[in-house]
């Protein structure tokens, strides 16, 4: 799996827009960018993954760069739920497994 | 409602004892996996199951056993527990084509 890049960590207004950056150099033809969060002592929650195209959902849209390099998360209107650590995966379309790194800590405050 | 559930969610064992973590996803799923997570740190693969029948050693396996039993289930056992397998593990499935993996809750485990 290509090896993934993040901030630590990262503060966010509440009602304001998240924008988390994630870089990819290394990320391959056929490798796609997965977004989960943990929220405390919780099991990590599936949210997004894209390949080339932006992608939107109810939860949240991702943007990847036209070079597949880099890639952002943005959760439109953050709320204190959302306090949570984020994780950029990148995995292959036939690869069986997710990788997770440090992730990125983000605290909504009010 | 539809999910992984693994039980139990907290045990304390002592060092050199035995212990199976149960894990059951009711979705149809065909792979599943078993995960560590130690404070502070990332989840780390210990063993996968990409289908009924099939198992194959992650990234931190040793000190672990783990028996598909069913398309359902998907044991992991630690033979002889040591103080560095205390942790929190964590269950997941992945069902073909399915988007996400769906995690369960977590088993936190204490190795004293």
């Known amino acids: 799996d290509a090896k993934t890049t993040q901030p630590p960590s990262m503060d966010c207004a509440e009602g304001r827009a998240a924008n988390l950056p994630c870089n990819h150099s290394?990320?391959?033809?056929?490798?796609?960018v997965y977004w989960y969060r943990q929220i405390h002592s919780q099991g990590p929650q599936y949210i997004i993954h894209?390949?080339?195209n932006n992608e939107t959902n109810e939860m949240a849209s991702l943007i990847i760069t036209e070079d597949r390099k880099s890639s952002t998360l943005i959760l439109p209107h953050a709320t204190l739920r959302d306090t949570a650590v984020y994780y950029c995966?990148?995995?292959?379309?036939?690869?069986?497994?997710?990788?997770f790194g440090a992730g990125t800590t983000v605290t909504v405050r009010a | 409602n539809a999910g992984v559930t693994q039980t139990p969610k907290f045990q304390v064992l002592k060092t050199g004892q035995s212990m199976t973590l149960q894990c059951a996803q009711d979705?149809?799923?065909?792979?599943m996996y078993w995960y560590r997570q130690d404070p502070g740190m990332g989840l780390r693969l210990i063993y996968y199951?990409?289908?009924?029948?099939?198992?194959d050693k992650g990234e931190v396996p040793n000190g672990y056993n783990v028996s598909r039993l069913n398309k359902r289930e998907f044991s992991l056992r630690l033979e002889s527990a040591a103080p560095s397998q205390t942790s929190v593990y964590f269950c997941?499935?992945?069902?073909?084509?399915?988007?996400?993996?769906?995690f369960g809750s977590g088993t936190r485990l204490t190795v004293v």
């Open positions: 997941a499935s992945r069902g073909q084509g399915a988007n996400g993996y769906t």
């Open positions: 199951s990409a289908s009924e029948g099939t198992t």
């Open positions: 290394t990320i391959s033809g056929n490798e796609y």
């Open positions: 894209g390949l080339k």
């Open positions: 995966i990148v995995r292959g379309g036939n690869d069986y497994k997710l990788s």
């Open positions: 979705m149809n799923h065909n792979s």
